[in-house]
């Protein structure tokens, strides 16, 4: 099944495309080579099998309307999309005959992207064919190589796992866990939705490399969520600077102030969103809005409510101390020289600067 082929691409455009991806990937430009001729050799093109489960298929949209990557084109043309509720043309039996031929016809071959959470307490609640979410997950998740849970509702359960979660809504590393499914070949891609630069690397790194690449400990790849929105947001001077938005749709918000204040997450989530941008890299959430969280576990009961401050959130320059929003700014602009140095110096310490500490990195293991 083919989804976006407009035009095709020249070889030098093809190169040019390759070597983005490798920038995006993260591995480096003498990796080019080897990533175009994972993605040229067509014998390669692994079936994939795209499933929805509780979802609002906006996942499905945010990629299907991409423009950018132009690569993801490429990308799309490399693989061979069996069967997906959404896209495909086919229904009913020839629909389910496609499962089955991929899924049962072909064990450990496969590519599995989920999108959408399954559930586990009221199986009824999801079916597709007369199977529950259950059934489907726990037979497509085994016999995959490789699983990609696409968006939050897949990660991590999002809005359906709000608390009581009646449904019991669970994201698919909760659910492999709990089956006892080996989450060793499992990436997780929890913004909401996924952004299609995420899911583009992540096949790409796949066919190129044959296997997951370095992830955090909810299995999301660090190369896309290793530093938080808040390490790389065009507004952090005016936070370390204590120039805050006090109500938005002010004036401080046309000149571009810190968000905090208001209720910005930044500090709190953990994305690549203020580099790869969103809907073909026109903005982003903090470019007309804030940040919600929305890569985070638990964002939905843990980081609301949205239009206030968190407390807790390390203030640069004094040395570590944690203030509530109403602090900040409270002498900082006098010490404006030392705090930044002094902020620097901190993160440099803790290794912040590359890495954040409360992140816990999955051990690659040897080949
Ligand atoms: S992650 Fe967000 S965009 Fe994607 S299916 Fe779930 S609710 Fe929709
Ligand atoms: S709090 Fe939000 S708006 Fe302010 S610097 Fe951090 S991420 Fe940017």
């Not at 050799?41 to 390669?44: L, T």
């Not at 499914?181 to 070949?185: L, R, S």
């Not at 919600?292 to 638990?298: F, L, N, Q, S, T």
């Given at each position: 099944m083919r989804l976006l082929t407009e035009r095709p691409l020249s070889r030098r455009d093809f190169l040019k495309a390759c070597g983005t991806l490798a920038a995006l990937m993260g591995?480096?430009?003498?990796?080019v080579p080897r990533i175009a001729r994972a993605l040229e050799?067509?014998?390669?093109r692994p079936p994939v099998v795209w499933l929805d489960f509780q979802e609002c298929l906006g996942c499905t949209e945010s990629m299907t309307k991409s423009?950018?990557?132009?690569f993801l084109n490429v990308v799309l043309d490399m693989i061979?999309?069996?069967?997906?509720e959404a896209l495909m043309a086919g229904a009913g039996r020839q629909a389910e005959k496609n499962y089955a031929d991929t899924v049962v016809g072909q064990p450990g071959k496969y590519v599995l992207v989920v999108e959408g959470s399954v559930a586990?307490?009221?199986?009824?609640a999801m079916t597709v064919g007369g199977r529950t979410s259950v059934d489907i997950a726990k037979e497509a998740l085994t016999a995959a190589v490789l699983v990609v849970a696409v968006g939050n509702c897949a990660s991590f359960?999002?809005?359906?796992?709000?608390?009581?979660n009646p449904t019991g809504a669970m994201g698919m590393l909760a659910f492999m866990e709990q089956e006892g499914?080996?989450?060793?070949?499992l990436i997780q891609l929890p913004t909401c939705p996924v952004n299609p630069v995420h899911i583009t690397t992540t096949i790409s790194y796949f066919l190129t490399y044959g296997k997951v690449p370095p992830m955090d400990q909810w299995h999301r790849p660090l190369v896309h969520?290793?530093?938080?929105i808040h390490d790389e947001c065009p507004r952090r001077a005016h936070f370390d600077e204590g120039?805050?938005?006090?109500?938005?749709?002010s004036a401080e918000e046309d000149e571009r102030l810190c968000l905090y204040k208001v209720g910005c997450r930044g500090p709190h989530t953990y994305a690549d969103c203020a580099t790869v941008l969103w809907n073909n890299r026109a903005n982003w959430c903090i470019g007309s809005g804030q940040c919600?969280?929305?890569?985070?576990?638990?964002f939905w009961d843990?980081?609301?409510?949205?239009?206030r401050p968190m407390p807790g959130v390390a203030v640069p320059g004094f040395g570590g101390i944690r203030a509530d929003a109403d602090t900040i700014g409270i002498g900082l602009a006098a010490a404006t020289g030392v705090a930044i140095a002094a902020h620097l110096a901190v993160s440099a310490a803790k290794g912040r600067l590359g890495r954040n500490e409360d992140q816990v990195v999955i051990e690659e293991k040897e080949e």
């Open positions: 591995v480096g430009q003498s990796a050799d067509a014998a390669a423009r950018y990557p132009d061979s999309l069996e069967y997906s586990t307490k009221i199986p009824n359960g999002n809005v359906q796992a709000a608390y009581p499914i080996d989450t060793g070949k969520f290793g530093r938080k120039r805050f938005v006090e109500v938005l749709g919600i969280g929305c890569a985070e576990k638990d843990e980081l609301v409510d949205f239009y």
